[in-house]
């Protein structure tokens, strides 16, 4: 970290950054543990090329989440896109405990019912390093045709990360959400990109939202995302249904909400994802 970006680290948060430890995770940003002259420790992270409006969308969606008073989410101690960096408050890493997956799921349900003005997000801002857009819209049967679906069939078929034949399907799945989506519900608020690793639990064993891709959707796109890839617990889903059930069929619906982040992952990653898409949409034929 060059000596500019310390200097603005440091008047953002007025203490001086005294030393600084490298954490591994994150396959875009550089992460840190930051202690100051204060005696704080922080988190900080940068991006040595970050999209426009990269730290401020995420620090955005962060008190977003953290407005909720559901899960904890932590606190933004300072941000800016130029020099690019998040400060973040530093949360000690513990345990599980008994009582932290189903209290991740019940607040988990009270997050997604603090709802969202609209699906999407009012200030736009696009969602992850694949640029996907947010313009807020009606429905969520628009939202995830237009703003998610038919730009990653676009992006899978320019970059060739999709068999023609796959990103065909991906469009035609885009124009059956009506068939496919269940009955309609309100949009809530999402954490985006709910997998194992965006979930710190603490030396008291609570569950703690990181790295959001923060927007109104659908819920069970959140509940798809956490079963894609594991990492929580049956005690936590069955708490959630308990405050907040789920629409009958649910289940059918899994692979259509894993669709975005599966392609998502094909383009980026290639390898299994490419036929754990072609297996997504298999089930959606």
Same mark, same amino acid.
């Given at each position: 970290? $060059?000596?500019?970006?310390?200097?603005?680290?440091?008047?953002?948060?007025?203490?001086?950054?005294?030393?600084?430890?490298?954490?591994?995770?994150?396959?875009?940003?550089?992460?840190?543990?930051?202690d100051l002259d204060?005696?704080?420790?922080?988190?900080?992270?940068?991006?040595?090329?970050?999209?426009?409006?990269?730290?401020?969308?995420?620090?955005?969606?962060?008190?977003?989440?953290?407005?909720?008073?559901?899960?904890?989410?932590?606190?933004?101690?300072?941000?800016? $896109?130029?020099?690019?960096?998040?400060?973040?408050?530093?949360?000690?890493?513990?345990?599980?405990?008994?009582?932290?997956?189903?209290?991740?799921?019940?607040?988990? !349900?009270?997050?997604?019912?603090?709802?969202?003005?609209?699906?999407?997000?009012?200030?736009?801002?696009?969602?992850?390093?694949?640029?996907?857009?947010?313009?807020?819209?009606?429905?969520?049967?628009?939202?995830?045709?237009?703003q998610r679906l038919?730009?990653?069939?676009?992006?899978?078929? $320019?970059?060739?990360?999709?068999?023609?034949?796959?990103?065909?399907?991906?469009?035609?799945?885009?124009?059956?959400?009506?068939?496919?989506?269940?009955?309609?519900?309100?949009?809530?608020?999402?954490?985006?990109?709910?997998?194992?690793?965006?979930?710190?639990?603490?030396?008291?064993?609570?569950?703690?939202?990181?790295?959001? !891709?923060?927007?109104?959707?659908?819920?069970?796109?959140?509940?798809?995302?956490?079963?894609?890839?594991?990492?929580?617990?049956?005690?936590?889903?069955?708490?959630?249904?308990?405050?907040?059930?789920?629409?009958?069929?649910?289940?059918?619906?899994?692979?259509?909400?894993?669709?975005?982040?599966?392609v998502v992952h094909?383009?980026?990653?290639?390898?299994?994802?490419?036929?754990?898409?072609?297996?997504?949409?298999?089930?959606?034929?």
């Open positions: 970290m $060059d000596d500019a970006l310390l200097t603005a680290v440091a008047a953002a948060l007025g203490a001086e950054v005294v030393t600084l430890a490298g954490l591994s995770g994150g396959d875009v940003a550089a992460a840190y543990r930051a204060d005696a704080r420790q922080v988190f900080l992270k940068t991006h040595h090329d970050p999209p426009t409006g990269f730290f401020t969308t995420e620090a955005t969606g962060l008190r977003w989440l953290r407005d909720a008073g559901s899960v904890p989410v932590p606190e933004v101690l300072a941000v800016s $896109d130029e020099p690019p960096f998040l400060a973040l408050e530093w949360i000690d890493e513990g345990r599980p405990i008994a009582a932290t997956e189903a209290d991740l799921g019940r607040g988990l !349900a009270a997050v997604h019912r603090a709802s969202a003005p609209s699906f999407g997000r009012e200030d736009r801002r696009t969602t992850g390093s694949r640029g996907l857009p947010n313009e807020p819209c009606e429905t969520w049967v628009e939202f995830y045709a237009t038919l730009p990653l069939a676009r992006l899978a078929r $320019d970059g060739r990360a999709l068999p023609e034949t796959a990103v065909a399907d991906l469009e035609r799945v885009a124009g059956r959400l009506d068939e496919l989506g269940g009955p309609p519900e309100p949009p809530a608020r999402l954490h985006g990109d709910l997998w194992a690793g965006n979930r710190l639990v603490d030396r008291e064993g609570r569950s703690w939202l990181i790295d959001p !891709a923060a927007h109104g959707g659908h819920r069970e796109f959140d509940l798809a995302m956490m079963r894609l890839f594991g990492g929580f617990g049956a005690a936590c889903f069955e708490a959630y249904d308990e405050i907040h059930p789920l629409a009958g069929g649910w289940e059918a619906r899994v692979a259509l909400h894993q669709l975005a982040p599966l094909a383009i980026k990653f290639g390898g299994g994802y490419v036929a754990s898409t072609e297996r997504a949409l298999a089930q959606l034929a």
